[in-house]
Nanobody, 126 residues
Framework: VQLQASGGGLVQAGGSLRLSCAASGPSFSRYHMGWFRQAPGKEREFVAAISRSGGRTTYEDSVKGRFTISRDNDKKTVYLQMNSLKPEDAATYYC????????????????????WGQGTLVTVSS
């Protein structure tokens, strides 16, 4: 599967952005999907993940209550709604796909994800 992330940009602190990740290829609904981010000089870190059906989600603690991950399997797209953005949220955001059975746990480590998008840059001004 190929992934194409979009929706990044420049936003003021407190603002919102919605990232999208469009998939091409078959079997999108057989992948758990995740969002990760990487700031300059830092390691890539987990942000959020969603199960194949969209029924389960998990978030990194610092984004809980501010970010929402969702997916539309008909459109083969996963979203990340980001509200109340903070300067520390600034990073390049990557979507990723984890081939998994439906009841498999949602993973928060990069090594579990097989396919990656190219990243979309989010800049937050203070």
């Amino acid at each position: 599967v190929q992934l194409q992330a979009s929706g990044g940009g420049l936003v003021q602190a407190g603002g919102s952005l919605r990232l999208s990740c469009a998939a091409s290829g078959p079997s999108f609904s057989r992948y758990h999907m995740g969002w990760f981010r990487q700031a300059p000089g830092k390691e890539r870190e987990f942000v959020a993940a969603i199960s194949r059906s969209g029924g389960r989600t998990t978030y990194e603690d610092s984004v809980k209550g501010r970010f929402t991950i969702s997916r539309d399997n008909d459109k083969k797209t996963v979203y990340l709604q980001m509200n109340s953005l903070k300067p520390e949220d600034a990073a390049t955001y990557y979507c990723a796909a984890d081939w998994a059975i439906s009841r498999a746990p949602l993973e928060n480590t990069t090594s579990q994800y097989v396919y990656w998008g190219q990243g979309t840059l989010v800049t937050v001004s203070s």
